[in-house]
Every structure is written in structure tokens, then in C-alpha cells.
T-cell receptor, first 114, second 112 residues
């Protein structure tokens, strides 16, 4: 089982609904990442936190996606309203520092939009 | 923009044999890091090995080794003595400016 905790593992919802994902990184890891992985492709970064601050959210569709890490520990990624094209695996990762430290990933959340 | 290319969408390898997964990258910056991750069907991305752009020696971690050819901008992963549990998707990734960019991945299937 991954050291980075994510929930839920699977989520099925209808378009236009709201959906939320939760991530608890490895204890002490200051940097937290959310990725989206479309089937058959590599993960793409959505947002990166350093402690509680957003470092990079340039690829986050801000009209419908939001992310927070209020106390610099766990994090929530929300989609509202969900669209059919949001169906993907959502991966959370953490690292001790930014830069060349290996990122450690959770098991991911498989999202299906009906 | 940084780019990672993995040209092999899928590979078959016989159990106990070695397999080489290709990865090329494109960057003009002298400082970067290269990573390989394994993703089984369960979905978790598992860190395998890391190579820094200034490292003089090729990285090794158990049965994994990285064939780093800086001038050719390639960072191929070699898995020795393949096991059935090695069947998975393998991703090459490059870290630059605090971001990790992934290639499209290579699916490895180990045959008994």
C-alpha cells in the first residue's frame, strides 16, 4: 500500500455534479502535487503546493477545478461541475523538497463521469 | 519546453532475460534530473531510479540500471533478470524548474 494516502479509490458520478478527492502526503513532506493521467498517457501536473502555498497551477482549469492545502499537510482537489472529459486517474504525490527529490505517489483515484 | 520521448509503446520479454526501455529528452538547461517510474495495473506510480545531469556514473538500484548518455540526451532503463512481477507500464520523467514531465510510457509484458 502506498505511503501517500488518497481517497476515494474509485468515483463514479454524473456530469454537472461536484466531486472531491483527498490526499494525505508522507509525513514531513513539504511539497505536494496533483496530477491527472488520461488512459494510455503519462501524468500531467495540475497543481503543486509548497507547504500551504500554490507554486504552480498553470495547468489547472480554474473555471471548474480548485485545490487547497490549508494547513500545509493534507490536500483536497475539487471539480465542479464535472464534465465527461474529466474521466481520468487523479494522482497525488509528495516529496521532501522541490527539485530533484523523488516524488512518491498514492494509489490514485479513478474518476468516471457518466 | 522540456520534452520526454518514449518510442516503444509495448514490449514483450522472456522471464529471466534483460530488457532495455528507451527514453530521450530535450532540454537546453544543463541542470536537470531524470527518473523512471513503474505503474502496475493497480495504478500506483512506483519510483525506481534517479540520475542527475551532473552525475558521472550511471545510476543502479538492484536489478534496475540507467544507461545515461548525456551527449545523446538519452536515459534508457535496463531491467535485468526480468520477473513476472515486472509486467507494468514504465514512465521516464525529467525534473526541470521544480516540475516533473513524463513521457507517454512503455508497457512491458514478461512471459513465463
Amino acid at each position: 500500500e502506498a505511503e501517500v494516502a488518497q481517497s476515494p479509490r474509485y468515483k463514479i458520478t454524473e456530469k454537472s455534479q461536484a466531486v472531491a478527492f483527498w490526499c494525505d502526503p508522507i509525513s514531513g513532506h513539504a511539497t505536494l502535487y496533483w496530477y491527472r493521467q488520461i488512459l494510455g498517457q503519462g501524468p500531467e501536473l495540475l497543481v503543486q503546493f509548497q507547504d500551504e502555498s500554490v507554486v504552480d497551477d498553470s495547468q489547472l482549469p480554474k473555471d471548474r477545478f480548485s485545490a487547497e492545502r490549508l494547513k500545509g499537510v493534507d490536500s483536497t482537489l475539487k471539480i465542479q461541475p464535472a464534465e465527461l472529459g474529466d474521466s481520468a486517474m487523479y494522482l497525488c504525490a509528495s516529496s521532501a523538497q522541490q527539485g530533484y527529490q523523488p516524488q512518491h505517489f498514492g494509489d490514485g483515484t479513478r474518476l468516471s463521469i457518466l | 519546453a522540456q520534452k520526454i520521448t518514449q518510442t516503444q509503446p509495448g514490449m514483450f520479454v522472456q522471464e529471466k532475460e534483460a530488457v532495455t526501455l528507451d527514453c530521450t529528452y530535450d532540454t537546453s538547461d544543463p541542470s536537470y534530473g531524470l527518473f523512471w517510474y513503474k505503474q502496475p495495473s493497480s495504478g500506483e506510480m512506483i519510483f525506481l531510479i534517479y540520475q542527475g545531469s551532473y552525475d558521472q556514473q550511471n545510476a543502479t538500484e538492484g536489478r534496475y540500471s540507467l544507461n545515461f548518455q548525456k551527449a545523446r540526451k538519452s536515459a534508457n532503463l535496463v531491467i535485468s533478470a526480468s520477473q513476472l512481477g515486472d509486467s507494468a507500464m514504465y514512465f521516464c520523467a525529467m525534473s526541470f524548474d521544480y516540475k516533473l514531465s513524463f513521457g507517454a510510457g512503455t508497457t512491458v509484458t514478461v512471459r513465463a
